[in-house]
C-alpha cells in the first residue's frame, strides 16, 4: 500500500543499524506506530516476536493479519457455504486460500454504504460505482459470516486485510484518500479483486494492539521499540478516511464534498504537542534499544529529537537520502527528496 511515511524501501537501511546495534539477543520489538506493518514484518521475518500499534483501525486489521497469522487460513466452512451456492463456478484443485478468494470474487455486488457514499452515486468518485457494490457485498458478507460462525477470528482478519489491500488498488485518488480525482483513472476501472496475503511463518506469538501509543507505552516491555510517529501536520485519520470506514464498517456520519469522517487527532500531528508526547512516551519506555524514524521536514528538530533521546542514553543519528512521499504528481515540490533519519539509543538511564 502506498503510505505517506511508509517505511517500505527504508527496511534495508533500518535493517543494517538494527542488526549493528541491536545485537545482544534480543527477542521482541514493538513497532508503536506501526501504519502497513511493514516494519514489523520484515523485524518478524528476521525472527523477531513483534507487538504492533496503531490508532487507525485499518492499519490495526493490516497488522493483526501480517503478524498475528503465521500460515494461510483453511477457510473450510467459507468453502462449503460458498460452493453450495457457486457450484458452477468450484475451481477445479485450487488451493484452499485462492479457492476461498475464487468465490469471494465472484459475489455480485450490492448496494451499501460504500456505493451510496463514495461512488458516482452520491457525486463522489473514489471508486467506479461496480467496485464500491462489489466491496459492499464483500464487507458485509465477511461481517455476516464471522456473526454467524462460518468463519474464524483469524479468518475474518485475513480477508479485512485482503480487501483493504484490494481495495486500495482501485482506489480513484492521486493517493490519499483527502480527495478524489474527478474522472477515472484506469487502475480505478480494473475490477476489485481480493488476492492471497504474503505471510511469514518465522514465529509465533506476534500481537497487535489498537491504542494511543503514549497509553498503550505504560504496559509494553521489549527488547527493541521503534518508533514512527507521524512528522508533519497530516493526520493520518483524515488521509486514510474511507480506508477507515470500509474497516470499520460502522455507516458513520460523513461531511462535506470528501465525505470524511469524525477522526481522532494525534499529538504528533500538532507543532505544540509533538515534542511533550516524544518526551512522555521516551521516558516511559520499557526497552533495551529504542530506534525512531524521522525526516527533516519533520515538525520536531533533528536537536529536538536527539535531546529527548538523551533523556535514556547517548543518541546516535544515521541518514539516508529517500525519495520524497508525493501525494500529487500533478504538483510542484520544493524538493524532490528528504533525509530520513534513523536514532538510536541504547537505553543506559531509567
Ligand atoms: C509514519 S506512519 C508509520 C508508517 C509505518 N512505519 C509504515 O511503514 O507503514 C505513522 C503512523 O502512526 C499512527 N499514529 C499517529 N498517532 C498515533 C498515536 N498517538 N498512537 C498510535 N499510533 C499513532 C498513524 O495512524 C500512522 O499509521
Known amino acids: 500500500m502506498n503510505y505517506i511515511g511508509s517505511k517500505h524501501s527504508l527496511r534495508a537501511f533500518i535493517g543494517k543499524h538494527f542488526a549493528r546495534l541491536a545485537n545482544d539477543g534480543v527477542q521482541t520489538c514493538c513497532d508503536l506506530f506501526a501504519g502497513t506493518g511493514a516494519v514489523g514484518r520484515y523485524f518478524k521475518s528476521r525472527g523477531l516476536r513483534v507487538m504492533a ?7 490495526y486489521v493490516l497488522n493483526k493479519a501480517y503478524l498475528e497469522i503465521n500460515t494461510p487460513p483453511r477457510f473450510v466452512k467459507l468453502r462449503q457455504a460458498l460452493q453450495k ?6 475451481r477445479g484443485r485450487l488451493a484452499p486460500v485462492p479457492m476461498a478468494l ?27 460505482q461496480a467496485n464500491a457494490e462489489k466491496a459492499d457485498a464483500i464487507r458485509s458478507a465477511i461481517n455476516a459470516w464471522r456473526a454467524a460462525g462460518i468463519i474464524s477470528d483469524r479468518e475474518y482478519f485475513y480477508l479485512l486485510c485482503s480487501l483493504l489491500e484490494a481495495i486500495d488498488q482501485v482506489a480513484n485518488t492521486a493517493s490519499v484518500y483527502g480527495a478524489y480525482l474527478k474522472t477515472f483513472k484506469r487502475s480505478a476501472q480494473r475490477p476489485l479483486q481480493l488476492k492471497p496475503l504474503e505471510l511469514t511463518n518465522q ?12 497509553q498503550l507505552i505504560e504496559r509494553i516491555h521489549c527488547d527493541v521499540l ?32 470528501t465525505g470524511m469522517r469524525d477522526y481522532p487527532r494525534s499529538q504528533y500531528c500538532q507543532p505544540k504537542m509533538a515534542a511533550a508526547a516524544l518526551e512522555h512516551l521516551i521516558a516511559r519506555a520499557q526497552a533495551k534499544h529504542i530506534f525512531i524514524s524521522y ?41 524532490e527528496a528528504t533525509v530520513e533519519y534513523l536514532h538510536y539509543v541504547r537505553v543506559t538511564k531509567t
Open 295 to 335: 525526516n527533516d521536514e519533520g515538525i520536531m528538530s533533528l536537536k529536538q529529537v536527539r535531546d529527548i533521546l538523551s533523556l535514556r542514553g547517548s543518541p546516535k543519528t544515521f541518514r539516508q537520502t529517500y525519495a520524497r512521499f508525493k501525494a500529487d504528481n500533478q504538483r510542484q515540490y520544493k524538493r
Open 203 to 214: 514465529v509465533k506469538g506476534c500481537k497487535v494492539f489498537h491504542e494511543d501509543a503514549n
Open 85 to 90: 451456492t457457486h457450484r458452477q463456478t468450484a
Open 102 to 128: 475464487a468465490l469471494i470474487n465472484e459475489l455480485p455486488g450490492t448496494r451499501g454504504f460504500l456505493a451510496e457514499h463514495y461512488s458516482p452515486l452520491a457525486k463522489r468518485f473514489y471508486y467506479t
Open 226 to 257: 521503534y518508533l514512527d510517529p507521524p512528522y508533519n501536520h497530516r493526520q493520518y485519520g483524515a488521509n486514510y478516511h474511507v480506508l477507515e470506514t470500509i474497516a470499520r464498517y460502522d455507516e458513520p456520519q460523513l461531511r462535506g464534498l
Open 53 to 59: 500499534n496503531d490508532l487507525q483501525y485499518y492499519a
